[in-house]
């Protein structure tokens, strides 16, 4: 299911930490590297340490109206408390990527599509916990071909010009979730 | 081709455009949620050899900033609600003694310390002058990343045409989002007056006097107030920016600035593709001096105003609609740090169609 949309909403969220905010500025700078419109709105707060964190990512060919996000048509969750927050307001038909290492409840709804990645697992195979978030991005790319792969490792590059070994790993992570869809 | 779309915050926007505006000298006092603006100049002004100074409080910025705006410095400083209502007590003494300088405020919910969400709860505080004496800024409220970053620049060249403040005004969701946006080359507006007003040493010429105390009434403190007056009224004529769309036939017109404004574009494109009924938009963008002029020209009966507060705008509606038949003007209000949200505003539309 590639999306052809011309505006794509996306909720990502999970614990400080995990990687939330930077997945989503990686996502929404490769579409501005494509020449796409993109916004990216964080929660902000009292509430990032150690608690959830969020933002809300739109991608788009046209002018962006309100950045925030009622409805995502894409919801990406690192955690059960960011999915129980989040999942009534996945809009039907859209698509839940969730880390189901955390996850392991049965999921209620039947009208989206349910992509679930062992992320523990899978960072242990790069070994590395870190990158789960680029795990994620990989598998999201792969089913939504929202951006090119390209210009993520372009974004990449931009975002850790000052600790450029850390672009390798990323890029790895990102491989792999991109190859762990297609099986 | 090179890349020209870029993805910045908007807090680092205003920071690039006032460092590219030729901004020369940077005094604030940290506080949520425009940190990163602080963050930003700290280490843009020293790249570019230029004074940054992180002061001890907002009071103290503000005076840096009166000092800096009486040289022939393009001054700025930054704060958020609380920390705005600090600099008041200067901001009234650079409007009295008719000095340049640029404010931002990234507004967040009040009053008092409030929370740290973006809010739109300042606008009285801005658009009236915001401390004592009968003064005015030239306020801004620009509604994306990339306004932000135009009318920064534009912001220093207003403020050394009119020698006043100007103040942007956005709020903290504009801080604190990231969005795409097209750099460019600071232009200055033509004809920039030389400050020949300004306190750079008097060798070889008449000394010139800043000042905001005429202790006699007569012949002194009104005629300065009428000086002052008369300038306010020329920008009332010169500067009155606004968008709308539908407007001139839109059956009800929905008047909102900065992110409620995001939230309204939504709405009315909404109605645009699903509804027979045509409603239209009008966004304010100078906050003062108001588009009272476009908005009163509409034929529109209907008005709804939205806002991120208890509503402050809504005053400057109806006074530019003063004395027209049969208008009506509704108000949907978010206070607190809440964003309107889409489903409200349809909701009410569709009742004011009835």
Redesign the interface.
């Known amino acids: 299911m590639k999306t052809q949309d011309k505006l794509t909403k996306l909720i990502i969220a999970g614990f400080g930490g995990q990687g939330v905010l930077t997945m989503g500025?990686i996502l929404?700078?490769s579409?501005?590297?494509e020449?796409?419109?993109?916004?990216?709105?964080?929660s902000?707060?009292p509430e990032m340490r150690g608690g959830t964190a969020n933002c809300n990512v739109i991608v788009a060919e046209e002018e962006?109206?309100?950045?925030?996000i009622?409805s995502p048509d894409i919801l990406v969750v690192f955690n059960l408390p960011s999915m129980e927050k989040f999942l009534p307001r996945l809009r039907k038909g859209g698509i839940l990527i969730y880390n189901s290492s955390l996850i392991k409840k049965k999921i209620e709804r039947d009208d989206i599509k349910k992509i679930a990645l062992p992320l523990v697992e899978l960072t242990k195979k790069i070994k590395n916990p870190k990158v789960g978030n680029m795990i994620a991005l990989g598998s999201l790319l792969k089913l939504t071909g929202l951006v090119s792969k390209d210009s993520v490792v372009e974004s990449l590059k931009k975002n850790f010009k000052d600790k450029k070994e850390l672009v390798e790993i990323n890029k790895k992570a990102l491989d792999l979730g991109y190859e762990y869809v297609k099986s | 081709m090179k890349?020209?779309?870029?993805?910045i915050k908007g807090n680092h926007a205003i920071g690039k455009a006032a460092i590219e505006a030729g901004c020369n000298f940077y005094a604030g006092y940290p506080i949520?949620?425009q940190n990163e603006l602080t963050e930003y100049m700290a280490k843009h002004m020293r790249l570019n050899k230029r004074p940054f100074v992180q002061a001890e409080s907002e009071v103290s910025a503000i005076n840096m900033v009166f000092g800096a705006g009486a040289g022939d410095a393009r001054a700025m400083t930054s704060s958020s609600s609380p920390g705005v209502s600090l600099k008041q007590e200067g901001i009234s003494y650079i409007a009295g003694a008719e000095l340049p300088c640029v404010i931002v405020n990234m507004v967040r919910g009040g009053p008092g310390l409030g929370?740290?969400?973006g809010a739109q709860s300042d606008y009285f505080q801005s658009t009236r002058g915001g401390g004592h004496g009968d003064y005015r800024l030239i306020v801004f409220g620009p509604n994306s990343v990339q306004e932000l970053y135009d009318f920064t620049m534009k912001a220093f060249d207003y403020a050394d045409k009119y020698r006043m403040p100007v103040m942007i005004l956005g709020d903290?969701?504009l801080g604190?989002?990231?969005?795409?946006y097209i750099p460019h080359k600071y232009e200055p507006i033509k004809n920039l007056p030389k400050k020949k007003w300004a306190l750079t040493g008097c060798k070889g010429r008449k000394k010139n006097i800043v000042k905001t105390l005429y202790l006699t009434p007569e012949n002194a403190l009104e005629e300065h107030n009428l000086k002052l007056n008369e300038k306010y009224k020329k920008i009332q004529k010169e500067i009155q920016m606004y968008e709308k769309a539908n407007a001139d036939d839109g059956e009800i017109i929905v008047v909102s600035y900065g992110t409620a404004s995001?939230?309204v574009?939504?709405v009315i494109?909404f109605f645009n593709k699903n509804s027979k009924k045509k409603i239209g938009m009008f966004r304010p963008i100078s906050l003062w001096p108001f588009p009272a002029t476009a908005l009163r020209n509409l034929k529109c009966k209907k008005f709804l105003v939205v806002e991120m507060s208890m509503g402050q705008m809504i005053e400057d509606v109806k006074l530019a609609l003063f004395g027209k038949k049969d208008v009506t003007v509704n108000l949907i209000k978010r206070p607190g740090g809440m964003?309107p949200?889409?489903?409200e505003i349809k909701d009410k539309i569709e009742k004011m169609i009835g």
């Open positions: 500025v929404a700078n579409a501005v590297v020449e796409k419109n993109a916004t990216w709105l964080p902000y707060g962006i109206g309100s950045p925030i009622t | 890349q020209k779309k870029q993805l949520t949620p929370n740290i969400a903290g969701y604190q989002m990231m969005e795409s995001r939230v574009k939504n494109e964003i949200t889409e489903d």
